[in-house]
């Protein structure tokens, strides 16, 4: 080797490194008087032409050559790219059809409908789903299959044709154009049809699958204060309605004052019409919170749907416990305290383990049920021996997953779009085909005061607890 006195030996080591593959930190290189330091002076280490010197050191691996050349995106299989993305293809607008696809993908972010609908049909078609509701039903599963499997905009035209034959409502055209639809119509109709045709297609033992998933059952106390009157009344819905007047500026003063109202009614024991005051609680919780701000109303004036922009603020994170009976507060009390011990040990605190372990095990039976707050209650006996299995139960507490908003001043125009959050936990607003990455922080900002974008259904999902 040819040495260059003129440079620290730290280069020499370099050269070293070159030919031997080991690192200038590891050699140990003997000269005469000890070892040859990085920095020392070759003039006082005395090296002569054609010296030997022995180094000593351990070689790093040899980095071999990947057996796979680098993979571009573009050359991937679509359904490969749909993951690599880490979100599913947008909608083509098929003419004011962004009512539609908004629905479409929050909806479509929901993994437990998605399963249901790969079931379907059964073996044997149920004559009590007509036509109709089959032909939707199937168009979509199918389109739900396609939004998985590509990144490019998906066109939406069998659904679209589907939804039309089931509900007129929705060709309606105005100087040859299709006008633009209210959303939450579309939701409704479309979580109604495909209630009837999975419960058609389901096992006795889990007969509604859209109800366990969406439906939550309000219980309401009717009081007549003139006559003494008093009776109860239980109805299953997919939505808690969010009532906006100058008063509410949070989505929880809202949902409260849906929950009470007054109605005039016949009375028997007064022989007339009389005031009655209806309270209500929820008694019964869903997988999915699905909640509608009521922002359209009808205005006599220009004989059309308005809306008002008034500003409701809502959160990321929802707890509807006061909002409940009861009866579903009992039922929540255990799995509430599981969850804020879990949760408590996650953020480093001291929680008493040994009371919350048995309260899990003693009061098991007083937080069981076929309600569905109190989880599955259909869980296959565990073998002989072996621990049960831990079923989930929900605690009252929901964690924001979608939001669809409305952009305009009227319900017959403006535009829609969806905000949702992906199984990676980032946002992604899906405005027709046009998928865009959201910072969670804008996703609250959608709350209205203006022209802008604003909330007009959200949906949240429960979070649970192993018990």
């Not at 000593?56 to 691996?61: F, L, N, V």
């Not at 990947?66 to 607008?93: C, R, T, W, Y």
């Amino acid at each position: 080797m040819e040495v260059d006195t003129t440079q620290p030996p730290y280069v020499f080591k370099c050269q070293l490194f070159d030919l031997t593959g080991v690192p200038p930190e590891r050699q140990k290189i003997m000269v005469k008087g000890g070892l040859l330091k990085d920095d020392s002076d070759w003039s006082k280490v005395g090296i002569k032409e054609g010296q030997k010197l022995m180094m000593m050191g351990t070689a790093d691996e040899i980095v071999k050559a990947p057996e796979k050349g680098p993979i571009f995106s573009e050359d991937m299989p679509e359904e490969e790219q749909a993951v690599a993305v880490g979100h599913s293809a947008g909608l083509v607008n098929l003419g004011n059809t962004c009512y539609m696809n908004s629905t479409l993908q929050c909806l479509h972010s929901v993994p437990e409908l998605k399963s249901a609908l790969i079931q379907y049909p059964p073996p044997v078609r149920s004559n009590a789903v007509d036509q109709s509701s089959h032909s939707l039903t199937v168009a979509t599963r199918e389109l739900f299959s396609e939004l998985d499997k590509n990144v490019r905009p998906v066109a939406p035209v069998r659904f679209l044709t589907a939804l039309r034959s089931k509900y007129p409502q929705f060709a309606q055209l105005h100087n040859g154009i299709y006008m633009q639809q209210d959303a939450e119509e579309c939701w409704t109709q479309l979580l109604f049809t495909l209630s009837l045709a999975l419960r058609s297609s389901s096992s006795s033992e889990d007969a509604d699958a859209l109800k366990k998933f969406f439906g939550i059952e309000i219980v309401s106390r009717i009081h007549c204060a003139e006559s003494g009157e008093e009776s109860t009344e239980t109805e299953s819905v997919y939505s808690l309605k969010c009532h906006i007047s100058q008063e509410v500026n949070h989505l929880h003063e809202g949902l409260k004052r849906a929950l009470k109202s007054e109605l005039e009614k016949s009375s028997p024991s007064l022989g007339r019409t009389a005031v009655y005051t209806k309270d209500s609680r929820i008694n019964d919780l869903p997988r999915y919170l699905t909640i509608q701000f009521v922002r359209f109303f009808w205005k006599r004036e220009t004989n059309q749907k308005a809306k008002i922009l008034r500003k409701v603020d809502y959160p990321l994170s929802l707890d509807v416990y006061d909002l409940c009976s009861d009866d579903l507060r009992k039922r929540l009390e255990l799995p509430r305290r599981l969850l804020r011990d879990e949760e408590g040990k996650k953020a480093g605190l001291k929680t008493n383990e040994s009371s919350s372990t048995k309260d899990s095990d003693v009061k098991m039976t007083d937080a069981e049920g076929s309600s569905n707050a109190s989880g599955d209650s259909s869980v296959s006996a565990p073998g002989e021996g072996a621990p049960p299995e831990k079923e989930k139960h929900l605690t009252g507490i929901y964690d924001l997953v979608a939001v669809l908003t409305h952009k305009g001043r009227s319900a017959d125009s403006g535009h829609y779009v969806a905000w949702v959050k992906q199984e990676n936990g980032k946002w992604i607003q899906f405005d027709d085909d046009n998928p865009i990455p959201q910072r969670e922080e804008d996703i609250t900002r959608l709350s209205g005061g203006g022209d802008w974008h604003m909330a007009y259904i959200c949906m949240y999902k429960a979070r649970d607890i192993a018990m």
